[in-house]
């Protein structure tokens, strides 16, 4: 019985992985679509949804079958707690792509600023995070979690200078107006997704260590 | 010595308890202490200890042969296997429930009536009164008060349970020691002697053994896990099954082994 408990766990963590790699390929994708006005990716994200849903939903399923079936506890409850806030967040993450791309579908017509490049340097940032954080989901090497804080800081200040920008553009010229109301958004969302690799990481910390820390 | 216990809030603690069954060395070193009002839970794979921990709290293993202890086993604060101890009277102070229901082959009536006639209440009508007010702590009286001179052994099985419960309580004991209480009871019957555990200890202390990990996380206060005659580790029963400190509770409570 504990061995094909076992089975079924390592299973659907293993799914973590697979399901991150997913919901974060929608961001990545999202903000690529808006920097390079491409439609077709944009309408090809938004096509992911029912994907994203279906696995988010198989996993929470899974989780809960394990819970009720073995009533795991100490680590193993703490993984299965993990994994459902994980699933979670990274279903919020494949979300706020989708709703990027949305965004990038309106302003593709409207005229486009060389200069505001800061919301594709926040979006990779953004990326960069939730990837590290899943990278530890599977090394378990807690350490390099508590440098996210900074990481999330520069993430935040960069979404009150993003505004501020927009601002400064908008006013210079009424035409900016559309595209740079959606960047305060995209930015708003980036910001969001930058506080799900924050959570996550929480967790994987809990998971490792049963202890809690704050990490933002 | 008398006022130690009240400095730490225990009512019951163990002090370097080692107990040896002739050759065997069955508690090694065993501190704990157990609070008033409160559920703990020992528990353990078999062989363990606990039940032989439990036995230790009311004298139950002075009746096997070649038995020693040495360390202390306090109650409020005195030694019990001090010399000058009554073990009728401590035994009425720390009852016991076993694994399989075992009352006597009498009449629901008399299995609580016994204990306090034997401890000198004659009178009718406070033996009336005993046998209601223990049966109704038991939650056994609503099914029971019309039939209170039948045979006990007629009841069903968690019921009889619930009678040695409240055979246990007719005596007003203080710490009421269940080993295993649940495990010959369907779940029906293990749900109301889990509910009636939480109750009790508003009024009595209780300590359960049980291999039924679920159960300990359940009903009790804190927990205690051992293994081969050591107490590994004792604490808040969340913490012990969410957060073990030592890896060997988490390799237990997860059923890596036991």
């Known amino acids: 019985m504990v061995e094909k408990f076992y089975e079924e766990l390592d299973e659907l963590k293993a799914e973590i992985p697979m399901f991150g790699a997913f919901a974060i390929g929608m961001l990545e994708d999202s903000i690529k679509a808006l ?60 979300r706020i792509g989708w709703d990027i791309a949305k965004l990038s579908m309106y302003v593709a017509g409207q005229p486009f600023i060389e200069n505001l490049q800061n919301i594709f340097y926040m979006g990779d940032l953004v990326v960069a995070m939730l990837r590290d954080v899943m990278e530890v989901y599977e090394s378990n090497a807690i350490s390099s979690l508590l440098g996210l804080s900074k ?20 006013m210079e010229d009424n035409r900016n107006i559309p595209r740079c109301i959606d960047y305060i958004s995209v930015s708003r969302h980036l910001e969001r997704a930058g506080d799900h690799a924050c959570l996550i990481a929480e967790k994987i910390y809990y998971m490792n260590t049963g202890e809690r820390v704050e990490i933002r | 010595m008398v006022n130690r216990m009240q400095e730490n809030g225990a009512i019951l603690s163990t002090r370097d308890l080692n107990l040896y069954y002739g050759e065997k060395h069955a ?25 032989t921990l439990l036995r230790c709290f009311n004298r ?10 040495n360390g202390e086993c306090l109650f409020k604060g005195k030694n019990i296997y001090a010399k000058e101890v009554d ?36 009178n009718k009508k406070a033996l009336d009164e005993i046998v209601e007010k223990s049966l109704k702590s038991a939650a056994l009286w609503d099914e029971v008060s019309d039939r209170l001179h039948e045979p006990a052994m007629g009841l069903s099985g968690g019921q009889q349970q619930r009678l040695c419960i409240a ?19 369907d ?13 009790l200890k508003e009024n009595y202390t209780v300590i359960v053994v049980t291999h039924n990990m679920q159960q300990a996380a359940r009903v009790s ?19 012990i099954f969410e957060r073990p400190r030592e890896e060997l509770t988490n390799n237990y409570v997860t059923g890596r082994f036991g």
């Open chain 2, 167 to 185: 055979r246990t309580l007719s005596v007003e004991p203080e710490i009421i020691l269940m080993d295993e209480p649940c495990s010959a009871l």
């Open chain 1, 35 to 94: 920097k390079n006005q491409d439609l077709g990716l944009a309408e090809e994200i938004r096509e992911r949804k029912a994907n994203l849903a279906a696995h988010h939903t198989r996993i929470e399923e899974e989780a809960l079958r394990i819970l009720a079936l073995y009533q795991p506890m100490a680590k193993d409850l703490r993984v299965i707690a993990c994994i459902n806030q994980t699933n979670y967040s990274l279903y919020r993450v494949g």
């Open chain 2, 221 to 239: 206060d804190e927990t205690g896990f051992m293994y081969l005659g050591k107490l590994v580790e004792f604490g808040d029963t969340v913490q």
């Open chain 1, 151 to 170: 990481r999330d800081d520069v993430v935040d200040n960069l979404r009150s200078s993003i505004f501020r920008e927009c601002l400064t553009y908008m």
């Open chain 2, 87 to 122: 073990v009728v009277g401590l035994r009425k102070k720390i009852g016991m429930v076993f694994q399989k229901p075992n009352p006597f082959p009498k009449s629901i009536y008399e299995n609580i009536a016994y204990g306090p006639r034997i401890h000198g209440i004659k």
């Open chain 2, 187 to 199: 779940p029906i019957a293990t749900s109301k002697i889990e509910d009636l555990m939480i109750e």
């Open chain 2, 27 to 51: 508690l090694i070193d065993v501190s704990i202490d157990i609070r008033p009002n409160t559920v703990t839970a020992l528990i353990g794979p078999s062989g363990c200890g606990k039940s």
């Open chain 2, 60 to 69: 139950m293993n002075d009746l096997v042969g070649g038995v020693r202890t």
